[in-house]
């Protein structure tokens, strides 16, 4: 009961509060992810300036992806540059991310980031020839498996023996069938 | 490896197969025969015991006896049975030792026919 009043204290208490602002007014919903939705693709040049102010961008560096029903509406087509080809030296304003304030990111900067995937990177050895190594390598190994899968190595010995005719009912033999099997030592009768 | 460079490459024609038991007769050599391995249990006795097939070999008496042991010194199933273990362990052993020994049987009775063939093939030319 003292809960239930408490409630009620509470709300009349918020009351003024909430005629005032109302919930619809909390931040969430100007920080909602309809808001960083880019916007149609920009048709004249009017739309293209305003889209570049938008971004932060000068109209010349602005470019577009195309509208091909993959693009990114008026989102900037900004260079492929991952973090790594950033000049470590220079005076970011967030040099764990090589960024400035207010910088456009790129449409894919989850995936180019210095902690994931080098897309400028210049290897030393051409990807397909890295290809060719591996499966030379990896088919070499293949190879030599299968021609010598008909040459086993093994222990001088034969086979082991086991009492009761080789277990023969024991393995699922029928006993018409068994055949008296003997196994010897070497010692030689007296 | 040395068995595997006389199997493959030296001597292939005379290298015993060791997955098949052995072709020739056991007796071949033995004057007045050989000692038959035997075990003393009985085929019950193991069904009894719950013997698994693959513990079911010539050594399943030593087997027996050392479950026997582990049971009458529960909990001290390790230190009560040193022995009854190192009786199980030489068996096995001695076992292996009898499945080399048979190889190199097979395989010296083996070049004792290929002898005898050629011996026969050049007689046969003389004639």
Known sequence: MATLRGAVALSKALRPF??????????????????????????????????AKRYGLRVEDYDVYDNDGMGYGDYPKLPFASGDSRDPYEDWDIPELKRNFGEPLHALADIIGEDRWDANA???????????????????????????????????AMPKQYPLNNLHLERGGQPEDAVAVKHYTFEPVD | MGNVMYAYITHPDTAPEFREPPTFD???????????????ASREELDKA??????????V????????????NFPRVVSGCHHEKH???????????LRMKEYEREKRLMERAK?????????????
Request: with cysteine.
């Open chain 2, 26 to 40: 056991p007796l071949v050599g033995f004057a007045n025969g050989r000692k038959e391995r035997t075990i003393q």
């Open chain 1, 18 to 51: 909430m005629r005032k602002h109302g919930l619809s007014t909390t931040a969430v919903l100007t920080n909602w992810n309809k808001d960083w939705k880019p916007g149609p693709f920009p048709q004249t040049a009017e739309e293209r300036a305003a889209a």
């Open chain 2, 50 to 59: 719950n013997i698994p097939l693959d513990r079911r070999d010539y050594c």
């Open chain 1, 122 to 156: 210049k290897p030393r050895y051409s990807y397909l020839n890295m290809f060719l190594t591996l499966g030379a390598v990896l088919g070499t190994l293949a190879t030599i498996y299968y021609l010598t899968l008909p040459y086993p190595l093994f222990l001088p």
């Open chain 2, 87 to 97: 009786d199980y362990d030489q068996c096995g052993y001695e076992d292996f030792v």
């Open chain 2, 115 to 127: 002898r005898i063939a050629a011996k026969n093939a050049t007689e046969e030319l003389g004639d």
């Open chain 2, 61 to 72: 008496d030593f087997y027996l006896k050392f479950l026997r042991c582990r049971q009458q």
